[in-house]
């Protein structure tokens, strides 16, 4: 089971991450979490003049192409990326909660991120993956992960 503390560090995970690269306001009205990445796709969520969001709503068939589709629609690099998955994915052991990546980068096929939930990686918050497209993709977007959302933030 989670443990509040627990609990908490998971959503404010990808928050701060936004906040750290000048995105968001510190301490404003937006949420944490799965409910911040949907805020995100939906225009609803605080960012910081000069920021816009795009949200894509994806599902088992198309979230492979989707990433697909924005990474090459900005040239190969692009960043950064929120994706939340669906609790119901069971990705990893995301339980009821679902679970949420920024990712930072994607350049030159590489893929930058922190992830907070246990991975082949790492188990540490703070420590920030590169991985290849490929090992991305067999790790967050294998079948069985159920990807609700993948929202590109761009400078306007």
């Known amino acids: 089971a989670y443990s509040s503390n627990k609990i908490y560090r998971l959503r404010k995970l990808a928050r701060n991450q936004l906040e750290n690269m000048g995105i968001v306001e510190p301490n404003t009205a937006n949420s944490h979490g799965i409910n911040f990445a ?4 939906n225009g609803s969520a605080v ?4 920021y816009s969001a795009t949200g894509y709503k994806t ?9 697909d589709d924005i990474v090459n629609g900005q040239g190969g690099n692009t960043g950064p990326v929120v994706m939340s998955f669906n609790s119901k994915g069971h990705y990893r052991n995301s339980g009821e909660y679902g679970h949420v990546i920024v990712v930072s980068a994607v350049r030159d096929g590489r893929v930058y991120l922190i992830d907070n939930n246990n991975t ?8 920030t993956l590169d ?26």
């Open 38 to 41: 949907n805020n995100l796709a």
């Open 47 to 50: 960012l910081k003049p000069g």
């Open 59 to 67: 599902n088992q068939g198309n979230q492979e192409s989707t990433f």
């Open 120 to 127: 082949t990686w790492s188990n540490k918050q703070t420590q």
């Open 131 to 156: 991985l290849s497209i490929d090992e991305f993709k067999q790790h967050y977007l294998r079948e069985g992960n159920e990807v609700n959302c993948i929202t590109t933030i761009t400078e306007a």
